[in-house]
């Protein structure tokens, strides 16, 4: 039974299923049935016992598929002797002929006696070609032998249908899924870490190898040709200390800062520390204010090679630089930077100080922290091109010490040369003079030389190198080697780097005139003048 609808011959191709659901609707045709139909129920055809006469075939009132059958045999309950069926019966009225029975018609139309005999335990005969469905309860008599279910033969074997193309798919992407779930799960479990952290099978492999040499011409490698001539001091004066930095010259020789070892002169004590961390005592061979630069002596240099001098003249803004030194007691710091400015004028040594000084530094924006004072600024080949010495800061820190903000100035380096050479020689620096005294009050454009004496010291020195060029108290000095003058500090500046002997071109206002005369640098006398000039 089933409870899909089946229509035409549609039905005729369930397998499986026992045809119940037909019925003949007056026509032949098969209607189709739900088996849980409430319309009137088909009974069984009910198989009358032997003697028992049915209706004849002119008593029927209509063909309803099984008035062939006509009246069932007579003898026992199949009309034979000792309950066994009647095959045949003769009722030819004597003439000898063979009849079968009537009450015995194929429902399937064909000859009667081709209606197939139940013998002691036959197989089931197949089933009509095409045959449609015989109404409800078609099947053979109750307990028949050698049939199947309730008719005595064993349970029919139902015919399965495969599964669809379909199912199988979805069936194996579900299988598919599950697997790669699980072997997810399964993963994850083997390699969980422990609660702890601690995997001991951990391990971040070897470091790759290489070489760690690098071009001569990189920071590296300039580095590593610079730092050796490097040095750092410590410096013990009574009741100071200090520390810089400096640089190994010809003949054994340290350049620094004046303001490094200020305090150990004349009886301080002077430690110097080279590259490779050996140590030994110094002297200070000489130290010029003016100029913040000092030379040293140490008792033993230990192999150190002399660094290379370069020339500042040849510095352009944009180069690349890297200062040297021991910043806040860091001994072989190394920074890299470019130059930023050239002339700058720049107040060195200690503020309020008798020995203040105004330098043309050169700018840099190499990192440049106290300590680094005395360190040397080199270039991309690895020559000085200028001695740190200062560094612009926006406010002082808790005890003295201020850092960097980017903003550093070294002493050019033909500056130093000559100063350094003249303190090995004799102790003592020149000073740079052009002979004339500044007015202080002037606010307009350029340097205006003074009018009037003042402390007992001209406008210009008589027969000095201002006077030897033509100038006179009152002239506006404009430019100097064509750099603009914005006040007078950037003049003492650019006449204190010039060395004595050197001619300057001095562009200058008169009367609303302008003119140009050139200077010949000439030397103070010993003792400084009161006043900077």
Excluded: C
């Excluded at 030379?295 to 500042?312: D, H, M, Q």
Aim: hydrophobic residues 30%.
């Amino acid at each position: 039974m089933t409870d899909e609808a089946r229509t035409g011959h549609g039905a005729h191709d369930a397998a499986g299923r026992t045809p119940s659901d037909f019925t003949d609707g007056g026509h032949g045709a098969p209607e189709s049935r739900h088996a849980d139909s409430s319309g009137p129920e088909f009974s069984r055809p009910e198989f009358l016992p032997a003697g028992e006469g049915a209706p004849s075939q002119a008593e029927q009132p209509g063909d309803d598929g099984w008035s062939q059958l006509g009246a069932p045999p007579g003898g026992g309950r199949w009309g034979g002797p000792q309950g066994q069926p009647e095959l045949f019966r003769h009722d030819d009225g004597g003439q000898g002929q063979r009849h079968e029975p009537e009450s015995w018609g194929d429902p399937s139309g064909r000859p009667r006696y081709d209606t197939a005999v139940f013998a002691a335990h036959p197989a089931p005969p197949p089933p009509p070609t095409q045959a449609f469905g015989m109404g409800p309860g078609w099947a053979p008599p109750p307990g028949s032998p050698g049939l199947p279910g309730s008719f005595g033969g064993p349970a029919p074997t139902a015919i399965q249908r495969g599964p669809r193309t379909a199912t199988l798919v979805v069936l194996a992407v579900v299988i598919a899924l599950l697997a790669s779930l699980l072997g997810s799960v399964g993963t994850y479990l083997l390699t969980k870490p422990t609660g702890s952290g601690r995997d001991p099978s951990y391990s971040l492999g070897n470091a790759p190898t290489g070489s760690n040499a690098r071009p001569p011409d990189s920071v590296a490698g300039v580095a590593s040709k610079v730092l050796p001539s490097v040095v750092s001091l410590a410096v013990e004066g009574g009741t100071s200390s200090n520390t810089g930095s400096g640089f190994l010259i010809k003949g054994g020789y340290v350049v620094t800062n004046n303001h490094v070892v200020a305090g150990a002169d004349p009886s301080g004590r002077i430690q110097i520390q080279f590259n490779n961390r050996k140590s030994t005592s110094a002297v200070v061979v000489g130290r010029d204010p003016e100029s913040d630069l000092a030379v040293v002596k140490p008792a033993e240099t230990f192999g150190a090679p002399e660094i290379t001098l370069g020339n500042s003249d040849n510095v352009v803004v944009g180069d690349p630089v890297i200062a040297i030194g021991s910043p806040l007691g860091l001994t072989g710091t190394v920074t890299s930077g470019i130059v930023s400015s050239l002339n700058r004028p720049v107040q060195a040594g200690e503020e309020n100080n008798s020995e203040t000084t105004w330098l043309s530094a050169v700018q840099t924006d190499a990192a440049i922290n106290p300590g680094n004072s005395g360190g040397p600024l080199v270039n991309g080949n690895g020559e000085v091109i200028g001695v740190n010495s200062a560094i612009a800061t926006l406010g002082r820190s808790v005890g003295g010490q201020s850092g960097s903000i980017g903003l550093g100035f070294a002493i050019p380096v033909n500056h130093a040369r000559r100063v350094a050479q003249e303190l090995i020689t004799t102790g003592k620096a020149k000073k740079s003079r052009i002979g004339v005294a500044i007015d202080p009050t002037y606010q307009g454009v350029g340097v205006r030389i003074a009018t009037e004496a003042s402390k007992g010291s001209q406008p210009i020195e008589p027969n000095g190198p201002a006077a030897q060029a033509g100038l006179k108290p009152g002239d506006v000095i404009l430019e100097v080697d064509g750099i603009v003058l914005q006040d007078g500090n950037e003049l003492i500046a650019l006449v204190r780097n010039r060395a004595p002997g050197e001619k300057l071109s001095v562009k200058y206002q008169r009367g609303g005139q302008e003119n140009t005369a050139t200077v010949t640098v000439g030397t103070a006398p010993d003792q400084p003048s009161p006043e900077p000039s």
